[in-house]
C-alpha cells in the first residue's frame, strides 16, 4: 500500500510539472524573462516557506539550528540546479513542450537516479540506497531495469519530435511550427538543462540532515505511526534560494540587455492577468516537488522516486503537446512514434512501481 502512495503522490507531482508552463502561454505582451522571474518568485520565494510554516511547525528553528556545511552544500546545488531550470524554460521555448521536456528530463532522470547512488557506495549513510543494492537484489535489478525502459521511452518520444520537425517543415521554414522553434538551439540548452537538473536531486540528499530533524520531532510527537509526509519541505527552502539566485540574475541581466524592465508596469498589457497567470504557473510548478517528497517519503528509495518522477512530467508534458495541437499536421507514422514512446513510460512506471513492492 505504501509503494500505491508513493507512486500516487509522484503521479500528482508529475501532473504538476508537465502543466506547469500552460498558464505561462496565457501571457501577454511579456518578454520571457519577465513572466519567468515573477512566476518563480512564487516558485522559490514565496510558496516554499509558506508550505513548510504549513507543515513543519518550527521548521525555521530547524534551519537555524543546521550544520553550516550542509546549508552551503544545499544551497549550491540549488544554484547548479538554478541554471538547468531556467534553461529548461527556454528549452521548452526553442523546441516545443513534447520534445523538449522528453530531452531534458530524459537525461535528468538518469543523473538524478544514479549518481546519489553511487555517492553513498562511497560515503555509505544509513536509510540511503546504494548502487551495490541497485545492482545486486532482485528488487534493485528491477528498478534499474524499469530505468532503462525509461530512457528508451524518452529516445522514442525524443525521436518523434525530430520526425514531427521534419514532418511540419520539410524546406527548412519556421512558419508551420511558430518563429520560435529552433531544433540546433533548443538541443544544446536541453542536454545543459537535463544534467544541471538532476542537481536538484543532489540538494535533496544534501539537504537530508534537516528532513531528518523534521521526521525525528513528528515521530517524536506521533509515535508508531511511520516516518513525516511533508519532512523534504524544510529542504527545499533553501534549495530554492539558490535557485531563485541564479534565476533572479539571469532574468534581470535580460531584462537590461533586452530593455524590458517597463514590462511589469506596462498598462497597455493585461497587467492583472498577466501577473495571476505567471503566479499560477509559479506555485503549481513548486507543487512538484511538494508531493515529490510525499512520495519519496513512501518509497524511501530515492532513486525510484526520481525515476517516477521523472516519467510522469514527461508523459503529462507530451499528453498536453497533444491536447495544445503541438503535433497537428504530422504524418501517421510520426503520431505512432509518440504515442508509443508514451506507452512505453508508462511501462516503465509499472516496472519501476513493481521493483518498490517487492522491496
Known sequence: MSALLGVIFHFIGGFASGSF???YKKVKGWAWE??????GLFSWLIVPPLAAYLTIP?????????NGTTLIITYIMGLLWGIGGLTYGLGV???????????????????GALVPSIYYDFNPAEGHTTMTQL???SWGQMVLFGLAVCILGIIICGRAGIMKDKDLNPVGSKKAIGDEFQIVKGLVIAVVSGVLSACFSFGIEAGKPLAEVANNIWIAAHPNQGGFLFRDNVSYIIIMWGGLTTNFIWCMILNMRNKTFGDYTNNKTPLLWNYIFSAIAGTTWY?????????ESKLNNGASSWILHMAFIILVANAWG???REWKGVSKKTLLAI???????IISVLIVGYGNSMH
Open 21 to 23: 508552463y500552460i498558464p
Open 34 to 39: 519577465s513572466y519567468w522571474i515573477v512566476g
Open 58 to 66: 518550527g521548521f525555521a528553528d530547524i534551519i537555524r539550528g543546521a
Open 93 to 111: 521555448r526553442y523546441l516545443g513542450v513534447s520534445l523538449g521536456s522528453s530531452v531534458i528530463l530524459g537525461l535528468c532522470s538518469v543523473f
Open 135 to 137: 545492482l545486486h537484489t
Open 287 to 295: 507543487l512538484q516537488f511538494f508531493f515529490y517528497g510525499m512520495g
Open 322 to 324: 497533444l491536447i495544445l
Open 339 to 345: 504515442f508509443s514512446g508514451i506507452a512505453v513510460i
